[in-house]
């Protein structure tokens, strides 16, 4: 079984290969499945083909027991800085999959203000033994968050420490009275029991193709389907509320769930808007 330092080097070489442009400097399996936004591709195509540099934010995790790896950090593209996640699967030496999302804010209708992605210590650090939980625990409080998130209603279907934080394309989107959303100043856990996220309709496809014990992280990737047919709503206290989203539309994301005590602590999330109902490449290894 690979080690951590093993996983690590690996996604160096994957992350050296690709300011390289070149991508026979790999060995990949036969079968290999790469997308690049939810788009299947070959090797050597997507961004290998137009990136310019690798930004300095490097959140890295690790998943043993599957041979996972997996990196957010910024790419540059000539005069574009984006936001991205890179999910590399090992079969032995050789890459069996590349899941990448690039967020283009330039190609987005939603564009998130001054996007800063920064080092975070709570997403670093190591969990201590006794405050671990194990991988299907770690999955299923991922997978209730989504659970919560689908028809928000203020039912709360996961758990999360109460000063949970979450970063979107590398805006904090709680605890961010500055934010434009107006339950942006709130905790996790405060925005959900409002419902302010009634209009997100489907949590669909959802996968965790890695789960790091040590560090406390689950990654998780799927869409977010919006059928647009919500107007006015009202919060669970009474406040009026109007959906932002009046058309059928969908998100596809990478999110990363930081564990601990057996709740949510913290999130960094990329995402971007892709065709609605869009099928996905990996449906066919679910």
């Known amino acids: 079984m690979a080690t951590r330092d093993d996983l690590y080097a690996a996604l160096d070489r994957y992350c050296e290969a690709l300011l390289a442009r070149d991508h026979t400097r790999l060995a990949w399996t036969p079968d290999s499945l790469v997308t690049e936004n939810n788009v299947a591709l070959e090797p050597g195509d997507g961004l ?57 804010q330039a190609d987005e209708a939603l564009v998130f203000p001054d996007p800063k992605f920064e080092r975070k210590p709570v997403m670093e650090e190591i969990v201590p033994e006794a405050e671990r939980s194990s991988r299907a625990e770690m999955i299923a409080l991922a997978d209730g968050y989504f659970a919560t998130l689908e028809k ?3 039912t709360i279907r996961t758990r999360f420490h109460p000063g949970c934080n979450r970063i979107e394309n590398g805006v904090q989107t709680t605890n961010n009275p500055d934010f434009f959303v107006p339950v942006a100043g709130l905790p996790c856990e405060e925005q959900f029991r409002l419902g302010n996220y009634r209009y997100d309709d489907r949590l669909r496809g959802r996968r965790f193709p890695l789960v ?57 999330a990329n995402f971007i808007t892709v065709p609605y109902h869009m099928p996905s490449p990996w449906d066919a290894r679910a």
């Open 152 to 154: 928000n209603d203020g």
């Open 212 to 268: 790091d014990e040590e560090r406390g992280i689950v990654l998780a990737h799927g869409f977010i389907d919006h059928c647009g047919r919500l107007g006015e709503y009202q919060l669970t206290d009474g406040t009026p509320a109007s959906s932002p989203i009046r058309r059928p539309h969908t998100f596809y994301l990478s999110e990363a769930f930081k564990i601990r005590q057996g709740a949510i602590l913290q999130i960094e």
């Open 48 to 104: 290998w083909g137009t990136i310019t540099g690798l930004g300095p934010y490097d959140l890295r995790f690790a998943d043993l027991e599957t041979g996972q790896v997996a990196l957010f950090t910024t790419v540059t593209e000539t005069r574009d800085i984006s936001g991205a996640c890179i999910r590399i699967g090992l079969r032995g030496d050789a890459i069996a999959e590349v899941e990448t999302i690039v967020v283009r």
